[in-house]
């Protein structure tokens, strides 16, 4: 399954290289527009407050993508990625894009990612390619 990512600073597309999967990078004003399943990875930039807490418009280019063309029908599940200084708002965009699509966040890692995580991704991508469903749960 292709991975489709964004990175501001180079972590997510350092950690992406590491694997063996098929890729493609979401640009800033670049209208990718999906035709095949693919798994996001976002790295999460949010600011806190104790009353909202959102991500900042460093991230617009994930928000436009999934929106674009409803690319995000074609969205298996997430990958999130962040640093665990940030607390409660830990890889929260990827959150904020779960709830807002429903997608299933599947995994998260901090900065490149470890061995581990490499592994655990493409063993996530091949499970996927070969039928897995994954939903989310209504508790409804
Ligand atoms: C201004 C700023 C805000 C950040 N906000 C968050 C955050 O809300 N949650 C989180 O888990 N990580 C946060 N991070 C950490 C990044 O998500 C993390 O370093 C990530 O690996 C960066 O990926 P990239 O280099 O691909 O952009 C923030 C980093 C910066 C510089």
Redesign the pocket.
């Known amino acids: 399954m292709k991975l489709v990512y964004f ?7 350092r950690f992406v290289g590491k694997t063996s999967l098929p890729h493609v990078e979401i640009l800033p004003d670049d209208d990718l527009e999906m035709s095949e399943p693919f798994l996001l990875i976002t ?4 600011e806190e407050s104790p009353t909202v807490s959102k991500s900042i418009d460093v991230m617009d280019p994930v928000f436009d993508f999934m929106a674009y063309n409803e690319n995000y029908k074609l969205c298996r599940g997430i990958i999130g ?3 665990r200084n ?1 607390a409660g ?4 965009t990827a959150k904020e894009l779960s709830a807002k699509y429903q997608i299933p966040l599947l995994y998260d890692f901090e ?1 490149n990612g470890t061995p581990a995580d490499v592994e655990a991704v493409e063993k996530l991508a091949i499970q996927l390619d070969q039928g897995a469903k994954v939903t989310f749960k209504n508790p409804l």
């Open positions: 990175s501001v600073t180079g972590q997510t597309r790295p999460s930039y949010a990625t962040g640093n940030f708002i830990y890889i929260f900065f």
